[in-house]
């Protein structure tokens, strides 16, 4: 086979004679590639005074293993209040906006993406549900297929 592809040298390199550990792109070695990506829009329930609901949707990839993945996700309360905050997995707490803890969480496992959502109370009771729009990336690794 002849010297093809695309090939993208880090900056200061040669792309002509630069070891793949200088090239920041190279079409001929193995890398993830997106199998997958979208946003999904879901809705947590209201939650009384000391208490918690969880959401979560499914997203089924069907790959017969567990990919590599990205996700985030973005709030808004029901009257279209945007956060304008992006959250990974981790917890937040913006008692003013929603009086509530809350906590993004992704699980993945052979046949689908699971992105969920729990909102639990600062002990008071929220005034309405709220959406969530979840991003998600599932990465393919054509060496596991």
């Not at 920041?24 to 005074?49: D, H, P, Q, R, W």
């Not at 992105?115 to 709220?130: I, K, M, Q």
Request: hydrophobic share 35%; glycine share 8%; aromatic share 16%.
């Amino acid at each position: 086979m002849g010297n093809y592809g695309i090939k993208i040298s880090a900056p200061g390199y040669d792309i002509t004679n630069t070891n793949i550990q200088y090239q920041v792109f190279n079409s001929t070695a193995n890398s993830l590639k997106i199998f997958k990506a979208g946003s999904v829009t879901f809705t947590v329930l209201a939650v009384g005074a000391g208490g918690s609901n969880t959401s979560n949707v499914e997203i089924y990839h069907n790959l017969s293993y567990q990919p590599y993945f990205l996700s985030w996700y973005k709030l808004y309360s029901t009257g279209g209040v945007e956060t304008n905050k992006i959250y990974f997995q981790d917890s937040y707490d913006d008692p003013a906006l929603f009086n509530l803890y809350i906590y993004g969480h992704t699980r993945v496992d052979t046949n689908m993406l699971q992105l969920s959502v729990t909102a639990t109370s600062n002990g008071v009771s929220t005034t309405g549900d709220f959406q969530v729009i979840g991003y998600y990336v599932i990465f393919i690794d054509k060496a596991l297929i």
